[in-house]
């Protein structure tokens, strides 16, 4: 029934770009070799053949070439993204129901597009093969998408040989074994995501070179762990300083040390920050050398701390999280919080004057706290699912009647523990 929803429309992703060179004979051949290793049930690559009114391959569909040259230097091979329906719900990819548009091989014809800068194999079905090592001399590559594609085996090393590379995407595949210290000499990259993977081992301090990063995500893997073990391994985090956002939502060995969250500290273009399912230092911990050191960069405006067990040991960092001038979105679902650790979420505590969404779901809460809730004034969406409240649903809404009535757009009180006496 899911699949309803999926429904492939096709867009035409790509405009036919009228070529005033044509397309290179033996890109042409390479292209055909390519799909000739597909599958290609959903008829994607029918605009790609022989026949003399075909020849012009810079004419087939998700080709493009350059204008100036002919060569061939974008495919967009990816498949239907449908990650918005389940991604949320689940860790790792697994069988589910999908309908994937290319099935088969990757010819390593594809060797022959030595001027691609830009491959997308996303949501396709790579039925448990490897990542081909042979990627790794597509050295023309700026962004490679593998992503949601079934692949299995370990991160080729090669792939460290792409030094244009701006954006890698190798998430939600079935990759697991270490992460190659070879992509440090990917000092280009913008953008790098190995997340929903079954990755382990210690995250490479080589990933400290590529200073370019913005984006990293490792979240969401088998085992992978910082290394705590002395500081100039940890140190590599805090040589990404352009990083906008950073998901290291369960790496185990957060709680080892504070070496990683002094690092984190020192992130000043941080604006996304996930930990979902992490341990976290205790109080004690956090509170030695010197608290005032931390200071978490004032830029941040999504923390996402949902599932980490051990929050409540923690009230400094939920302080600081209080504290942050620019926060928007803050995520606390099964945190185990107690009332105590609430009290340090009160709206008066609360130093943001932007909060929107708040997700407090699956946390013991009195219904008092809702009042303090109730007066963030800026909150749009309020997250309460699986709440015991023992009170009933009016006195829910009229408890939460202050000034975050005029903005709040989405309350969602779903599997909460409330009495029943509705007079609707
Ligand atoms: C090539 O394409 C680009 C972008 O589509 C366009 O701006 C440029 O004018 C084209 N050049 C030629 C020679 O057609
Ligand atoms: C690849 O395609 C997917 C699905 O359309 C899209 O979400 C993703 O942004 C694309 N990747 C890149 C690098 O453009
Ligand atoms: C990575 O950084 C280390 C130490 O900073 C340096 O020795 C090494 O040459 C760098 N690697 C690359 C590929 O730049
Ligand atoms: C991180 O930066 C420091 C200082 O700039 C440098 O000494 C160190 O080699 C860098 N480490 C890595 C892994 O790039
Ligand atoms: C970190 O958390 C793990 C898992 O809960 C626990 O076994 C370990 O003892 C903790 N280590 C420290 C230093 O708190
Ligand atoms: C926190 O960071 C800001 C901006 O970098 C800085 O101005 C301020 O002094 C820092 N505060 C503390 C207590 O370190
Ligand atoms: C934190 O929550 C756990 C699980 O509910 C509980 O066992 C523990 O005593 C709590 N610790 C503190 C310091 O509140
Ligand atoms: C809230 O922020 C303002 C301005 O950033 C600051 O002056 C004030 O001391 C803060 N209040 C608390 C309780 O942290
Ligand atoms: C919540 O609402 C009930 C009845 O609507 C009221 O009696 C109670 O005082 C309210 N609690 C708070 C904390 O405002």
């Known amino acids: 029934m899911l699949l309803l929803l999926f429904q492939l429309q096709l867009q035409l992703l790509v405009s036919h770009s009228w070529s005033a060179v044509g397309c290179i004979d033996r890109e042409r051949q390479a292209l055909l070799d390519l799909k000739a290793g597909f599958v290609d049930e959903s008829g994607l690559l029918s ?4 026949e003399e009114e075909k020849r012009d391959c810079c004419q087939w569909e998700r080709v493009r070439c350059s204008n100036q040259t002919g060569h061939v230097q974008m495919l967009y091979l990816q498949g239907e993204d449908h990650s918005e329906v389940y991604w949320q719900y689940y860790d790792v990819f697994d069988s589910y129901d999908v309908r994937p548009l290319l099935r088969g091989k990757i010819s390593a014809s594809l060797m022959e597009l030595q001027h691609l800068r830009y491959l997308n194999l996303s949501f396709n079905n790579f039925k448990y093969s490897h990542i081909p090592e042979f990627f790794g001399t597509l050295h023309s590559l700026r962004y490679l998408d593998v992503s949601n594609s079934y692949f299995v085996g370990k991160i080729p090393n090669q792939l460290g040989s792409l030094p244009n590379l701006h954006h890698l995407d190798l998430s939600r595949n079935l ?24 990755l ?18 490792l979240g969401y893997n088998q085992a992978l762990k910082i290394h705590n073990e002395n500081f100039a391994r940890t140190q590599w985090l805090s040589n990404l300083t352009s990083l906008t956002i ?6 185990l060995n957060l709680n080892h040390s504070l070496n990683w969250l002094q690092t984190i500290n020192e992130l000043q273009n941080l604006r996304e920050l996930y930990l979902v399912r992490c341990n976290l230092p205790d109080d004690d911990l956090l509170l030695f050398p010197d608290p005032s050191k931390f200071n978490f960069s004032s830029s941040l405006t999504i923390v996402d701390l949902s599932q980490v067990s051990n929050l409540n040991h923690s009230h400094y960092l939920l302080q600081i999280i209080g504290k942050l001038p620019n926060l928007r979105e803050l995520f606390l679902g099964d945190c185990k919080l107690s009332d105590q650790d609430l009290f340090f979420l009160d709206h008066t505590k609360f130093n943001s004057s932007s909060l929107t969404t708040l997700d407090l779901s699956s946390n013991n809460m009195p219904a008092t706290f809702l009042k303090s809730l109730a007066n963030i004034c800026t909150l749009r969406s309020l997250i309460l699912s699986d709440v015991s409240l023992s009170v009933d649903f009016p006195t829910i809404l009229h408890n939460l009647s202050g000034c ?15 009495f029943q006496n509705f007079h609707l």
């Open 246 to 251: 950073l998901d290291l939502s369960k790496v």
């Open 175 to 198: 990759l697991e074994g270490a992460i190659p210290s070879q992509l440090e000499s990917l000092l280009n990259l913008h953008h790098l995501d190995l997340s929903h993977n079954y």
């Open 47 to 50: 605009s790609w053949g022989n």
């Open 404 to 418: 975050a009535s005029d903005t709040l757009q989405e309350l969602d009180l779903r599997y909460c523990l409330m």
């Open 200 to 217: 382990e081992g210690s995250i490479p301090s080589q990933l400290g070179n590529l200073s370019s990063l913005q984006k990293l995500y």
